[in-house]
């Protein structure tokens, strides 16, 4: 082979080596960027996790703004004054009348099936009503905007042990002047109205209510 052909070889080989060289720098310059685009993307996951876990169970004051259809009759509830009496049908077929229950304490709650905040804090409500009905306490349930057979369905699915009244066409709500569900009301055994809160309640909070009116 001849030293002009040999230089030749020698060029070619030296290229090869230089664009090998190049590749790999730039291959070494990506790999940082490969990374932030990884953990910038766990990061994305990660925050969408959280939000799911968050959407299915609201926060404490967690509420669902209502448009009731219905017409009041009588006046707005008022703490510190008798609770708005009415007479609603159970959704076992009983005929109720709120006043009937004074000498108890009574725990008057508004929400619906569809709700979310109401169904993430119904097996709170339905813990706290067993650790104070030895002490008289009754809860009453009103499912706005819907009958008897709905709630039934949900009552028994989800298993509810209190007193459920079915609303379907709003007037109890209305009567309550409701505007967000859940919506809570808490009336002590005289029948006054000692305090009433819109929005979710967390344990804490509802014992607290309950203690104020059960002792």
């Keep these: 082979m001849d030293a002009s052909r040999e230089l030749e070889m020698d060029a070619t080989r030296l290229q090869d080596l230089a664009t090998d060289s190049g590749a790999g720098r730039r291959a070494a310059r990506a790999i940082p960027t490969l990374l932030i685009l990884v953990v910038t993307a766990a990061v ?3 925050a969408a996790f959280l939000s799911d876990r968050g959407s299915s169970a609201p926060a404490s004051g967690s509420v669902t703004a209502v448009s009731v259809s219905g017409t009041a009759s009588g006046a707005a509830p008022v703490v510190g004054r008798p609770a708005p009496d009415f007479t609603a049908t159970t959704t076992d077929g009983r005929q109720v009348r709120l006043s009937d229950y004074v000498g108890h304490p009574v725990w008057l709650t508004f929400g619906a099936s569809w ?3 109401c169904r993430a804090e119904n097996p709170d409500v339905e813990a706290a009503y067993r650790s104070f009905e030895a002490r008289g306490l ?9 009958d008897a057979a709905s709630v039934r369905d949900y009552a028994g699915r989800v298993g509810i042990s209190y007193v459920t009244v079915p609303d379907p066409d709003e007037r109890l709500s209305a009567e309550y002047r409701i505007l967000g569900i859940p919506s809570h009301f808490f009336i002590d055994a005289s029948g006054k109205l000692a305090g009433m ?7 804490p909070s509802m014992r607290a209510a309950l203690q104020a009116i059960a002792g």
């Design 138 to 146: 009754v809860v009453l349930q009103v499912y706005m905007s819907e």
């Design 44 to 46: 994305i996951l990660a």
């Design 197 to 203: 809160k819109i929005g979710s309640l967390d344990p």
């Design 115 to 117: 709700c979310q905040a």
